[in-house]
C-alpha cells in the first residue's frame, strides 16, 4: 500500500459500520461530487456533514457507503432543522426549486453557446461555471432524498394514529395511495399521460414534439446518451393500454378520519415532497442533456470519447483547460472497470483505480454477503400477489433480459426502467420507500410492487422462482 494515501478514517475503521446509501451508474464526477455534496463543503446546509464516506465498484454500479453513526447524526440534523417545523420545510422547498431552477438555466445557455471558438481559458470558467450551479443544486438533491424518507415515514405514523382511533386499520393502503399521489407530476409520469390521451398512437409531429421534449430522461451521468428516435419509440410502447384505478381524494380521508388542522399541513407538505423528490432527477439528467455540448468540446480537446470525461476528475479537467495537463487513457480504461473515493488525511478527494482500488477496499471491511436467505420482508407500494422468475436488474444493460411476467429485482428503478417494469409480474427493490419511482410507477400500472428489502440483489439470483406477497409485504422463493 506504499504512495497510497490513508483515508481521514483510517485510525477508526475499526469501529466504523458502513452503511449503504445507493448503488448506481454514476461515473467519477457525480460520485466525488455527491461526496463533497455531504462534507463540510456544505455545512452552510448540512449541520453534522460527515468526512467519512466512501464510493466503490459493486457490480457494473459505484456504491456509496457512508459511517453508521456519522450518517445518523447527519439525518437527524437536517430533520432538527428542516423538518421539525411546517415553515421551514416549505421554506427548503422553495430553495430546493430555485437551485434546480438555476442549474438548469446554467446548462440551457451552455447549449446556446458555439464552444468550439471557445478558448482554453473560456471554456475553464464555463465549466468551473457549471459545476458550481451543480453543486449547490446537488446538495439539495441529496437533502431532498433523505428529508424524502423521513418526511414520508412520518407522515405514515401520523395516519397510522387517525387509522387506529377510527379503527379503519384495513384502509391504510387505499390512504396511503391518496396521499402520496402526486400533486404535481414528474417527467416520466407526463409523458406516459400524453401517450395514453393519445391512445399510443403518435406519428409525425406529435411523436417529434414529444420526443423533443422527453429524450433527456435517459440522461442519468454524462456517459449515458439521450435516447434515439427508435429507442425512444420503443419506451412509450410501454405505456399504451394501462388499466388505472381512480385513487380517493386525501382530502376525503382526512375529513373522515378527523385529521387535525396541524397535522393535516403535515400531511400535505409531505404530499408534495413526493414530486420534490422525483423532479430531482428531472433537473440534473435535463441538466446533464443541455450540458453534452460542453463535455463533448471537451472531450475532442482532450483526445478523448465524451462518455470517458465522466470519469475524470474535476481538478484534471481544470488542470488540462490551465495547463494542457492531459490523464494516461489507461487510467481512464481502469476506472471504466470500478474506481475508489474517499478523502485522505489533508481532506483531498482520492481517487483509485486497478489493483490499488482492489487493494483499499480490502481495507475498508465492508459488509459481507448476506447468508442464505429464502424470504425477505420490505414495504408495501403496490398491492397484490404475483410468482415468477428473478431477473435482477443492476442497471440499464441489464434490462433487456427482463421478459413479460418475469420478477424485476433492482437495487433502485429510474425512469429508464419503465418498459422492463410494464413487463414484470412485480417489482422487488432493495431501496426506496412507498414514494419511490418504484412505487409510484407501479401504482400508476397496478403491478404488485414490495420496496425497501435491503438485499433482494443480493439474496436472490436470475432464474430463481419466487412469491411476491404485496399485501403481507414479503417475497419467498419457493
Known amino acids: 500500500m506504499?504512495?497510497?494515501?490513508?483515508?481521514?478514517?483510517?485510525?477508526?475503521?475499526?469501529?466504523?459500520?458502513?452503511?449503504?446509501?445507493?448503488?448506481?451508474?454514476y461515473g467519477v464526477q457525480?460520485?466525488?461530487?455527491?461526496?463533497?455534496?455531504?462534507?463540510?463543503?456544505?455545512?452552510?446546509?448540512?449541520?453534522?456533514?460527515?468526512?467519512?464516506?466512501?464510493?466503490?465498484?459493486?457490480?457494473?454500479?459505484?456504491?456509496?457507503?457512508?459511517d453508521d453513526i456519522s450518517w445518523v447524526k447527519l439525518v437527524e440534523s437536517l430533520n432538527t432543522k428542516y423538518s421539525s417545523r411546517i415553515k421551514k420545510l416549505e421554506?427548503?422547498?422553495?430553495?430546493?426549486?430555485?437551485?434546480?431552477?438555476?442549474?438548469?438555466?446554467?446548462?440551457?445557455?451552455?447549449?446556446?453557446?458555439?464552444?468550439?471558438?471557445?478558448?482554453?481559458?473560456?471554456l475553464h470558467s464555463l465549466y468551473r461555471d457549471y459545476q458550481r450551479n451543480l453543486f449547490s443544486y446537488?446538495?439539495?438533491?441529496?437533502?431532498?432524498f433523505i428529508l424524502n424518507n423521513y418526511?414520508?415515514?412520518?407522515?405514515?405514523?401520523?395516519?397510522?394514529?387517525?387509522?387506529?382511533?377510527?379503527?379503519?386499520?384495513?384502509?391504510?393502503?387505499?390512504?396511503?395511495?391518496?396521499?402520496?399521489?402526486?400533486?404535481?407530476?414528474?417527467?416520466?409520469l407526463q409523458l406516459q399521460d400524453e401517450?395514453?390521451?393519445?391512445?399510443?398512437?403518435?406519428?409525425?409531429?406529435?411523436?417529434?414534439?414529444?420526443?423533443?421534449?422527453?429524450?433527456?430522461?435517459?440522461?442519468?451521468?454524462?456517459?449515458?446518451?439521450?435516447?434515439?428516435?427508435?429507442?425512444?419509440?420503443?419506451?412509450?410502447?410501454?405505456?399504451?393500454?394501462?388499466?388505472?384505478?381512480?385513487?380517493?381524494?386525501?382530502?376525503?380521508?382526512?375529513?373522515e378520519l378527523n385529521i387535525s388542522k396541524k397535522d393535516i399541513q403535515y400531511l400535505h407538505i409531505a404530499k408534495r415532497f413526493v414530486y420534490i423528490k422525483d423532479a430531482r432527477d428531472d433537473y440534473r439528467r435535463q441538466g446533464v442533456y443541455h450540458a453534452l455540448k460542453l463535455f463533448k468540446e471537451l472531450a475532442k480537446r482532450m483526445?478523448?470519447?465524451?462518455?470517458?470525461?465522466?470519469?475524470?476528475?474535476?481538478?484534471?479537467?481544470?488542470?488540462?483547460?490551465?495547463?494542457?495537463?492531459?490523464?494516461?487513457?489507461?487510467?481512464i480504461k481502469e476506472r471504466k472497470q470500478g474506481f475508489v473515493l474517499y478523502l485522505d488525511r489533508k481532506r483531498k478527494l482520492v481517487c483509485l483505480s486497478g489493483t490499488d482500488a482492489v487493494k483499499m477496499v480490502k481495507t475498508f471491511h465492508l459488509p459481507l454477503e448476506e447468508k442464505e436467505q429464502r424470504t425477505l420482508s420490505g414495504t408495501v407500494a403496490s398491492k397484490g400477489i404475483a410468482g415468477g422468475k428473478v431477473v435482477i436488474v443492476r442497471g440499464v444493460k441489464d434490462l433487456p433480459k427482463v421478459e413479460k411476467g418475469n420478477i424485476l429485482v433492482a437495487v433502485t428503478t429510474h425512469p429508464d426502467y419503465v418498459p422492463a417494469m410494464r413487463?414484470?409480474?412485480?417489482?422487488?427493490?432493495?431501496?426506496?420507500?412507498?414514494?419511490?419511482?418504484?412505487?409510484?410507477?407501479?401504482?400508476?400500472?397496478?403491478?404488485?410492487?414490495?420496496?425497501?428489502?435491503?438485499n433482494a440483489t443480493t439474496v436472490f439470483k436470475d432464474g430463481h422462482t419466487v412469491d411476491v406477497n404485496a399485501i403481507d409485504g414479503w417475497v419467498r422463493r419457493t
Open 303 to 331: 483526445g478523448i470519447t465524451p462518455a470517458d470525461v465522466s470519469y475524470l476528475q474535476e481538478g484534471e479537467i481544470l488542470s488540462f483547460l490551465k495547463s494542457n495537463q492531459t490523464v494516461d487513457k489507461k487510467i
Open 30 to 66: 457525480y460520485s466525488e461530487m455527491a461526496i463533497f455534496c455531504l462534507t463540510d463543503k456544505a455545512k452552510y446546509h448540512i449541520p453534522h456533514p460527515s468526512l467519512f464516506q466512501i464510493v466503490v465498484p459493486e457490480g457494473n454500479n459505484t456504491a456509496f457507503y457512508i
Open 423 to 454: 413487463r414484470s409480474a412485480a417489482i422487488v427493490t432493495d431501496e426506496g420507500g412507498i414514494t419511490s419511482h418504484a412505487a409510484i410507477v407501479s401504482r400508476e400500472f397496478g403491478i404488485p410492487c414490495i420496496v425497501g428489502t435491503k
Open 138 to 144: 446537488s446538495v439539495y438533491a441529496w437533502t431532498s
Open 91 to 122: 421554506e427548503y422547498e422553495n430553495e430546493f426549486i430555485r437551485k434546480g431552477e438555476e442549474y438548469l438555466t446554467t446548462s440551457q445557455a451552455i447549449a446556446r453557446l458555439d464552444l468550439t471558438k471557445a478558448t482554453d481559458k473560456q
Open 2 to 25: 506504499k504512495n497510497i494515501p490513508e483515508p481521514i478514517f483510517k485510525d477508526k475503521l475499526s469501529q466504523i459500520s458502513w452503511k449503504n446509501i445507493y448503488a448506481r451508474e
Open 195 to 255: 401517450v395514453e390521451k393519445n391512445g399510443g398512437k403518435l406519428f409525425g409531429n406529435k411523436f417529434e414534439n414529444l420526443y423533443r421534449r422527453f429524450c433527456w430522461l435517459s440522461c442519468l451521468d454524462i456517459h449515458n446518451k439521450p435516447w434515439t428516435r427508435n429507442e425512444f419509440s420503443r419506451h412509450i410502447k410501454s405505456f399504451t393500454k394501462t388499466e388505472k384505478t381512480i385513487a380517493v381524494q386525501f382530502e376525503k380521508f382526512a375529513n
Open 151 to 188: 418526511v414520508a415515514e412520518r407522515a405514515e405514523q401520523i395516519l397510522d394514529i387517525y387509522l387506529k382511533k377510527t379503527s379503519r386499520e384495513n384502509d391504510k393502503q387505499l390512504a396511503l395511495e391518496s396521499l402520496f399521489q402526486p400533486t404535481k407530476k414528474a417527467a416520466v
